[in-house]
């Protein structure tokens, strides 16, 4: 948290730049935390890392919007052609990308483990609670704000990083085509080695056969009786029953 703070001050210069990312996801956590008591979902060991990922992932929205917000005001734009021009810029990358991680999170949905279930269920709401904000009350509240002054005219390619983003937005524009086809050649074989993942329970064949705990237990499974474990419940009708000889 300490480290987005630095961050957001770092990007935004100003006290509202760093407050209003953080009420933006502070509010979008306390509508999942509340749905969940609303849908009679309980905390577990899983669902209490959704507020530090909220934090991660549903401060970036209203932060994309934030800078380029002031960016146009600061070349002249008035308050309201600054907010149109960022929202007509930033809607459709935001909305994309809040609906590809709500389906990454609701993948989890499909695990046989409740806690995991209910976390996707929640990161995925919290994570359209966010956008849902930042496209609402965000430019709300900045319309109350006051307009952030223009700047004066800095040449920002002397900088390293924005020289390296340049560059590579020029790459990704010119090799649009080769990029996508590479990555679906990447995801089908990527999909042609999952389908050869096996479910395994023995965790002794995650040791190499060459290894010595590996070759003991497989001369005890073939000379002995093998090395598995027997559990047997005794009902004895009342609380430590067994501990009476």
Same mark, same amino acid.
């Given at each position: ?21 953080? /009420? ?59 907010? $149109?021009?960022?929202? $007509? ?95 679906? /050649? ?11 993942? $096996? ?13 010595? @705990? ?19 419940? @005794? ?11």
């Amino acid at each position: 948290s300490a480290l987005l703070v630095v961050v957001l001050t770092m990007l935004m210069r100003s006290v509202w730049g760093v407050i209003l990312p953080l /009420v933006t996801v502070g509010l979008a956590t306390v509508w999942t935390i509340g749905s969940m008591g609303l849908f009679g979902t309980r905390v577990n060991v899983i669902t209490t890392i959704l507020p530090p990922l909220l934090l991660a992932i549903g401060v970036a929205d209203a932060m994309h919007l934030l800078v380029d917000y002031q960016n146009r005001c600061r070349v002249g734009d008035d308050k309201v052609s600054a907010l $149109r021009g960022a929202y $007509r810029e930033l809607f459709e990358p935001l909305f994309l990308t809040t609906l590809t991680t709500a389906i990454g999170m609701l993948s989890l949905s499909f695990s046989r483990i409740q806690a995991i279930r209910d976390f996707g269920w929640f990161a995925a709401y919290g994570v359209a609670a966010a956008f849902l904000l930042t496209v609402t009350f965000v430019p709300i509240v900045l319309s109350y704000l006051p307009q952030p002054p223009p700047a004066p005219d800095r040449r920002s390619d002397r900088y390293l990083s924005t020289r390296a983003l340049t560059a590579l937005h020029d790459f990704t524009m010119r090799r649009g085509r080769t990029i996508v086809a590479a990555w679906a /050649v990447l995801i089908a074989v990527s999909i042609a080695f999952a389908l050869q993942v $096996r479910a395994e329970s023995s965790f002794i064949r995650i040791f190499k056969e060459s290894s010595r @705990i590996r070759r003991d237990t497989d001369t005890i499974q073939r000379r002995l009786a093998g090395s598995g474990t027997l559990e047997v419940t @005794i009902d004895t009708g009342v609380a430590d029953g067994v501990k009476d000889p």
